[in-house]
Antibody, heavy 126, light 106 residues
């Protein structure tokens, strides 16, 4: 059974750093991309980017480039989302999801999110 | 970036109704479109991928169609468990995007 289990809720102050986790089980961690998705209070889903644990290839949405970083520890099948300096506007629920992916005839990556973590609520407030 | 626009934003319906949600892409995305259902406080759930393929375990009352720039998600007979928010998502470009969501309410 595939499971993505995320770390617990966090309350931080502006300017603090944070690393949240997403531990995967039920499939070979290094064979599938992991996506990160933000949902701000009362809002829709925003694609932050994707990360490939096999070789650490990363794609960031322009909205999040330079604001967050993705990483992984292959030895414990865990992906991470990290901030070096949080802002109040980072308050949101963050989801990780496994990506079922394809490469089309032009070699371009396509995919969708088939398994999701339960979400991690990050609250940033002074 | 490819923009995804869903309509309507909110839909009022009753149990047993046939419901259709539309997702339009700002440029052609072939059939690289997925649909998700999200209930309050829960993670999204995959319903449809590659525009019309039903995810395993998803009831057959859900169906997807379309290609290019216009796509639809249809619920043939709305059930009480289907009141939720629905999102489309494209992966045709280097950068992937979601639609803004459609809330299906009573």
């Amino acid at each position: 059974e595939v499971q993505l289990v995320q770390s617990g809720a966090e309350v931080k102050k502006p300017g603090e750093s944070l690393k949240i986790s997403c531990q995967v089980s039920g499939y070979t961690f290094t064979n599938y991309w992991i996506a990160w998705v933000r949902q701000m209070p009362g809002n829709g889903l925003e694609w932050m980017g994707i990360f490939y644990p096999g070789d650490s290839e990363t794609r960031y949405s322009p909205s999040f480039q330079g604001q967050v970083s993705f990483s992984a520890d292959r030895s414990i099948s865990t992906a991470y989302l990290q901030w070096s300096s949080l802002k109040a506007s980072d308050t949101a629920i963050y989801f990780c999801a496994s990506v079922s992916h394809y490469y089309d005839t032009n070699g371009q990556l396509r995919g969708y999110f088939d398994y999701w973590g339960q979400g991690t609520l990050v609250t940033v407030s002074s | 970036d490819i923009q995804m626009t869903q309509s309507p934003s909110t839909l009022s319906a009753s149990v047993g109704d046939r419901v259709t949600i539309t997702c339009r892409a700002s440029q052609s995305i072939s059939r690289w479109l997925a649909w998700y259902q999200q209930k309050p406080g829960k993670a999204p759930k995959l319903l449809i991928y590659k525009a019309s393929s039903l995810e395993s375990g998803v009831p057959s009352r859900f169906s997807g169609s379309g290609s290019g720039t216009e796509f639809t998600l249809t619920i043939s007979s709305l059930q009480p468990d289907d009141f939720a928010t629905y999102y489309c998502q494209q992966s045709n470009s280097f950068l992937w995007t979601f639609g803004q969501g459609t809330k299906v309410e009573i």
